[in-house]
């Protein structure tokens, strides 16, 4: 999982979205690169968590930097806007 991005099901972050950067037994830790920085990473339990695996999505962890997360994480939420406005009716 660790590299892909997902959704928080739980908790008072419940519809955030972070990149998961580790792995470790029934929890992950991901990062949003504003708030929770590569430094600080949010411990989460894998049952709370959606992982969104969609083609080439997956980030290379070793090499990613805090802006780039919040860079993909603002691609990913503006593509999902873009559906949105195609798909609503006139």
């Known amino acids: 999982m660790t590299g892909y991005l997902a959704y928080s099901l739980a ?18 830790y991901v990062a ?20 969104i695996k969609k083609e080439n999505q997956r980030v290379d962890i ?7 997360i919040k860079h993909i994480i603002k691609l990913y939420l503006k593509g999902i806007e873009e559906v949105k406005e195609c798909q609503s009716p006139m």
Do not use: F
Request: no cysteine.
């Open 11 to 28: 908790g008072h972050d419940k519809g955030a979205v972070y990149l998961i950067i580790e792995e470790t037994g029934d929890s992950v």
């Open 32 to 51: 949003d690169g504003a708030v929770r920085t590569l430094g600080r990473p949010k411990k989460k339990n894998k049952r709370h968590i959606q992982v």
């Open 62 to 68: 070793s090499s990613v930097t805090n802006e780039q």
